[in-house]
C-alpha cells in the first residue's frame, strides 16, 4: 500500500491529481480494505467476532423505555442493558445515568482527574483520510522533529510539571520509522514517568521494541466500526486495512505493553453503534488479558485546515455525556479519557461524573511548545491535525479541577524495572 502522492509542496502535482480524482470517484482503484498488506501481522483472535456479531444485531431503536430502567436497576450491567442505555430510549434517563455513573467513578477512582499532554513529533501521513488534516492531499506545512528537537520539547513540557506524555506521529514509515518512534520514546522516559503512544498500528514484535525503549500504553483510534463507511473514508495508505487496525491494541499487549485505548471519532458514521462497538472491543478484551489498563475515550470531529466545515453529525454533548455515562456503568473500573476537543464547560462537568483523565497544554501541531508556552517567535512548527476546543494550560487545568472539589493528579506510575 505503500503511497507515492505524499505532498510536501504548495501545489499537488498533475500526478496526484489524477489519482486523489480517481480515489474519490472509482471505488474499483482503491485497494480491498478488509485484506492485510504485505508485512501486516495476522494474529488468532476471536475477539473482532464476537464485537461485530453483537454490533450487527444492534437496533437502537428497537429499546423502550423500561429496557433502560431494567438496566438501571441491575447492579451488574450486562451486554444487552448497555445497547438499552446507548439507545434514543435513554435520553430521558440522562440524569440518573450520570448519577449511576458519578456514584461508579467515585467507588473506583474516588475524586481524582489525571492529567497529560498529547506531543505531535512528525505530522508526515502517507494515508488519505478525507476528514484529517493530515491526510496525504492536504496542503500544510510538514514537519518531522529532529532528536534535538524533540529532547527541547520534552524539556519544556517537563518545566510545566507535566508528568504523563502522549506521543503521537503522521501515519508514515518512511516518515516516522519505528526506530525513530523508539527513539523518541526513549527521550520522553529521561522527562517524564509514563509514556504513551499514538501511532500507526505496528506488528506485535515492533510494539515490544517500543516498550523496551519505554513506551507504556498504546491507543488507536480505530474511526469507525463499520467497516463500509471505513472503505468509503480511508481512500489510501495502510490506514485502508480496517481489520489490522481493529488488532492492534492485541497486537500491543502481545508486545507486553501495560495498557491500551480505544475510541471512536464520533461523527463519522452512526455513533450509537460505534460507541457499542468502542466498549464491546475494550469488554472482550479485557478479559482475555486481565491485567491490562483499558482506557476508553469518544472525541467527536473537529474542523481541519482546508476543511472548516468538518463537525460531528448528531452528536451533541448531550449525547456525548449519554455515551460516556454508559461507559463507566458498563465498564466500572476502565479509565475514560476527554480530550481538547470538547469545551472547558464540558470537561469541568463530565469529571465529576465519568471521566478520570483530561489533556492539558495541548497543542496538535509539530514543534511549537516552545511559543506556545514560552511566548517565543514561532519558527518551522508543523500545521495541526485539528482545532481544540479547549487550551487551558496545565496550571489552569489543574486549578480548575481543584476548585471544582476534585484532586488532580499528575502521575501515580512506579515503575518497578528501575
Known amino acids: 500500500m505503500a503511497n507515492d502522492f505524499f505532498v510536501d509542496s504548495e501545489f499537488l502535482s498533475p500526478a496526484a491529481l489524477e489519482k486523489k480524482h480517481m480515489l474519490e470517484n472509482d471505488p474499483s482503484s482503491r485497494t480491498n480494505h478488509m485484506v ?3 508485512g501486516m501481522e495476522r494474529i488468532p483472535s476471536d475477539v473482532m467476532e464476537h464485537v461485530m456479531c453483537e454490533v450487527k444485531s444492534y437496533d437502537p431503536s428497537s429499546y423502550t423505555q423500561s429496557d433502560v430502567m431494567a438496566a438501571l436497576a441491575h ?19 440522562l440524569e440518573k445515568m450520570a ?14 482527574v489525571y492529567i497529560f499532554t498529547p506531543i505531535y513529533i512528525a505530522n508526515i501521513c502517507e494515508n ?9 492531499f492536504n496542503h500544510i506545512k510538514r514537519m518531522k522533529l529532529s532528536e534535538d528537537q524533540i529532547e527541547r520539547e520534552m524539556e519544556i513540557v517537563e518545566k510545566s510539571g507535566m508528568e504523563e506524555v502522549l506521543l503521537l506521529t503522521g501515519e508514515s514509515r518512511k516518515g516516522s520509522s519505528v526506530e525513530y518512534i523508539g527513539r523518541a520514546c526513549e527521550i520522553a522516559k529521561n522527562h517524564f514517568r509514563n509514556v504513551g503512544l499514538e501511532i500507526y498500528p505496528v506488528n506485535s514484535d515492533e510494539y515490544a521494541y517500543l516498550h523496551s525503549r519505554g513506551a507504556d500504553f498504546v491507543t488507536v483510534f480505530q474511526e469507525t466500526y463499520d467497516t463500509d463507511k471505513y472503505e468509503t473514508l480511508h481512500l489510501l495508505g495502510n490506514k485502508r486495512c480496517w481489520p489490522y487496525r481493529f488488532e492492534a491494541q ?17 461523527g463519522l458514521s452512526d455513533f450509537r453503534r460505534d460507541a457499542l462497538a468502542t466498549a464491546l472491543h475494550a469488554y472482550f478484551l479485557q478479559k482475555k488479558y486481565p491485567s491490562a489498563e483499558i482506557s476508553l475515550s469518544c472525541p467527536r470531529l473537529r474542523p481541519i485546515i482546508n476543511n472548516e466545515g468538518i463537525n460531528p453529525q448528531d452528536v451533541g454533548e448531550r449525547e456525548l455525556c449519554q455515551i460516556l455515562s454508559a461507559y463507566r456503568i458498563f465498564m466500572p473500573f476502565a479509565g475514560i479519557t476527554v480530550s481538547s476537543r470538547e469545551s472547558a464547560s464540558f470537561r469541568n462537568g463530565i469529571v465529576k461524573i465519568a471521566a478520570t483523565k483530561v489533556s492539558a497544554g495541548v497543542s496538535t ?18 500545521d495541526e491535525q485539528f482545532e481544540i476546543s479547549d487550551g487551558r494550560t ?14 488532580p493528579v499528575l502521575n501515580d506510575y512506579i515503575d518497578v524495572s528501575e
Open 128 to 136: 488519505y483520510c478525507v476528514y484529517c488534516g493530515f491526510n496525504c
Open 36 to 38: 492485510y498488506a504485505e
Open 365 to 382: 501541531g509539530v514543534g511549537d511548545h516552545e511559543s506556545k508556552y514560552e511566548g517565543t517567535e514561532e519558527e518551522k512548527a508543523g
Open 394 to 407: 496545565l496550571k489552569k487545568m489543574y486549578d480548575d479541577i481543584s476548585d471544582e472539589g476534585l484532586q
Open 250 to 266: 492485541e497486537r500491543a499487549l502481545m508486545g507486553g505493553m501495560r495498557g491500551v485505548g480505544f475510541s471512536a471519532l464520533l
Open 99 to 112: 448519577k449511576r455513573a458519578r456514584d461508579e467513578t467515585g467507588k473506583h477512582f474516588g475524586n481524582t
Open 75 to 93: 447492579e451488574r450491567c450486562t451486554i444487552l442493558d448497555l445497547k438499552a442505555l446507548l439507545s434514543p430510549a435513554a435520553a430521558p434517563f
